[in-house]
């Protein structure tokens, strides 16, 4: 039988241990997926986490942004050209900031197979990792968000 795993991997992201949302004040405010695709949605006084599940790249991400107005903005479909306009940081910028490693960043949120168990174990690298090296952006702190910013739209990373 063909494991659903967009909807698996909202259940898995909805059940994991919780210690990445309490926090930092992050309840969940949304969720959609279907049989391939899948999102959740979370948020707290200022911020919002966007977790999908990406069937093609067989990837899990998520991105860290600002509300606006005190709501979660749609969806950008265009990357930013200027530091100004970032709205989101994905958190391969976020890990990448804070490990200087391009390729085990953009490796933790990665499954193989698709199973609860391997989609459960990609959700959980991912969270715990930004739990560790995201505190910083995840408490708000303007500074680190204009470094985040800056490589997302740079690539480039500074010190």
């Known amino acids: 039988m063909r494991v659903r795993i967009g909807q698996t991997f909202v259940r898995v992201v909805r059940t994991h241990p919780p210690d990445l949302f309490d926090a930092y004040g992050f309840v969940v405010i949304g969720h959609e997926s279907d049989s391939l ?45 200027t530091v100004e306009r970032v709205t989101e940081i994905p958190s391969i910028v976020i890990l990448w900031l ?3 490693n391009l390729y ?10 698709d199973s609860e ?9 991912l969270m715990d990792a930004l739990a560790r090296h995201g505190a910083r952006l995840l408490a708000g702190d303007p500074v680190e968000w204009g470094r985040a910013a800056e490589l997302y739209v740079t690539g480039t990373p500074r010190p």
């Open 37 to 81: 695709y899948g999102s959740v949605v979370a948020r707290n006084e200022s911020h919002y986490l966007r977790v999908t599940l990406d069937p093609r790249e067989r990837v899990i991400s998520a991105n860290l942004g600002r509300l606006v107005e005190g709501l979660v903005p749609p969806v950008s479909i265009v990357p930013p050209k």
């Open 98 to 100: 804070a490990t200087g």
């Open 104 to 113: 085990e960043s953009d490796e933790l949120g990665r499954f193989r197979e």
């Open 117 to 125: 168990e391997a989609i459960s174990a990609a959700v959980g690298r």
